[in-house]
């Protein structure tokens, strides 16, 4: 079955700086690779995604890169704030949603 | 509000009782999954529900038992839980699980303890 595996697990960053989260995956079938951000005793919420026929794919500060080859994912996020402090989670699918492991965001002000 | 809402929020039960997590989807979506969420694994899938069939169960003890009587609500039923099973329980819908390229809508969760 799919493996996700996210690094780094924790992330400490300054106010205005960029963070990079990268995720990799092992089963080449998945076609769908969404990125979730979680706040502090909240849900798991979707922030953007890619498929597969695209490598890269921005929204306002936030990017998603995608290497099928390399069965590689990596998260941009450009003038981090500090609401941008959360549990990040990189996930692949080819059906159903495998997560990675998660990376704490701490971006100070 | 995403649409999908989980009861109870939060649940203390012991070790020798029995009790059931509901969720509910109003989003039409064909496909529900209980996925459960401790310091040591983020987000572990237990069991994938598509059209009311069970289609994974992710080799979650026999004490984890899941329901879908319809494709607008899942049940966790709980027996026996030992005290590692405290966590946070998510469950989520999604529209189809044939396609596989779309978003998955998550609860806010049941906090279980037990004790």
């Known amino acids: 079955g799919e493996n996700v595996e996210q690094h780094p697990s924790t992330l400490s960053v300054q106010e205005g700086d960029s963070a990079v989260i990268k995720c990799t995956y092992s089963?080449?079938?998945?076609?769908?690779f969404p990125w979730y951000k979680q706040e502090l005793g909240k849900r798991p919420q979707l922030i953007i995604d890619?498929?597969?026929?695209?490598g890269e794919k921005k929204d306002q500060r936030i990017a998603v890169t995608l290497n099928k080859t390399a069965k590689h994912s990596s998260l941009h996020i450009t003038e981090t704030q500090p609401e941008d402090s959360a549990v990040y989670f990189c996930a692949a699918s080819k059906g159903k949603l495998i997560f990675g492991t998660g990376t704490r965001l701490q971006v100070f002000p | 509000e995403t649409g999908v809402t989980q009861t109870p929020r939060h649940l203390v039960m012991g070790m020798t009782n029995k009790k059931s997590l509901k969720c509910e989807q109003h989003?039409?979506?064909?496909?529900m999954y209980w996925y459960k969420q401790s310091a040591k694994k983020p987000l572990e899938l237990m069991f994938v529900y598509s059209l009311e069939e069970r289609v994974e169960n992710n080799s979650v003890p026999s004490r984890f038992s899941p329901e879908c009587p319809n494709s607008s609500h899942l049940f966790l039923h709980l027996h026996t839980l030992q005290p590692e099973d405290s966590a946070l329980y998510l469950c989520?819908?999604?529209?189809?699980?044939?396609?596989?390229?779309?978003?998955?809508?998550f609860g806010q969760g049941t906090r279980l303890t037990v004790v």
């Open positions: 089963d080449s079938a998945s076609n769908y």
């Open positions: 989003l039409g979506h064909n496909a």
């Open positions: 989520a819908s999604s529209q189809d699980l044939r396609t596989g390229n779309t978003e998955a809508f």
């Open positions: 890619i498929r597969s026929n695209v």
